[in-house]
């Protein structure tokens, strides 16, 4: 089992930056692939930015430039760095792991394939 903790959501203004943490625990070793999606109620579940066990980080059309996916692995933990952002990123965000596997595109945002695991959900509005 693999236990993730997200911290870090909340309201801020558009131009604005915040930066989402996630804590992971548990049986971590297979972990392969490591990021962060998002949902606005309603609409898919939209996979944002990743990090792999390699450190290789990819990031959504939308959001290069402005996110960005980064690890700490002495503190287990990833971290999703948000800038200039926007009312369009107003969703609740999750972090989520794989265990040798890639995260999936589309999945059901909290309830992946049974090879994912994944945070609470963190809600981040964005208003002008």
């Known amino acids: 089992e693999v236990q993730l903790v997200e911290s870090g959501g909340g309201s801020v203004q558009t131009g604005g930056s915040l930066r989402l943490s996630c804590t992971i625990s548990?049986?971590?070793?297979?972990?392969?692939?490591m990021g962060w999606y998002r949902q606005v109620s309603g609409n898919d579940c939209e996979l944002v930015s990743t990090?792999?066990?390699?450190?290789?980080?990819w990031s959504l059309d939308s959001v290069k430039g402005r996110f960005a996916a980064s690890r700490d692995k002495t503190k287990n933990s990833i971290f999703l760095q948000m800038n200039s952002l926007n009312s369009e990123d107003t969703a609740v965000y999750y972090c989520?792991?794989?265990?040798?596997?890639?995260?999936?595109?589309?999945?059901?945002?909290?309830?992946?394939?049974?090879?994912?695991?994944w945070g609470q959900g963190t809600q981040v509005t964005v208003s002008s």
């Open positions: 989520a792991v794989a265990l040798r596997n890639f995260l999936p595109q589309g999945p059901l945002c909290g309830r992946g394939p049974e090879y994912t695991y």
């Open positions: 990090i792999s066990a390699d450190d290789i980080t």
């Open positions: 548990g049986s971590t070793f297979d972990v392969s692939d």
